[in-house]
């Protein structure tokens, strides 16, 4: 994402060019939720779909202009199981170990508008100076 310009949208998960790598000041990322959801084995870290979050951290380091990002899993993150949790934790400290002011909040798709309750998490991290306008625990 470039601040008041077009989306570039990049699927490979490689090294970005040069090019996007001084261009880019957002991303928007998620990971498989499967060793994170209640419905799937809750391994966290030790799931290698889930471990892919090391490469949201891989590319953020790569993207010299970076000053926010915004991430979407499941809301079992937050459930407090001992995966779970050792995986919140690692999540937090990476994006502290970076810079980064982090925000979160849970939202279902009823916030929204939808007819779906399921809930998801949105993480919103930025370099400082930042400043949180709205509460984002009130996306409405």
Known sequence: IRAGQSWMFWHDFGKPSSKIASLTDGLMAGFPCQGVSRAGNQLGLNDDRTSLIKDVFRVMDLLIRLRFLLLENVNALLSGKRAMH????????????RGFVVRWCVITGKNVGLHVNRKRIFLYAARPPISFERDINNPR
């Open 86 to 97: 050792a995986m919140w934790l690692y999540i937090l400290k990476e994006f502290c170990r």
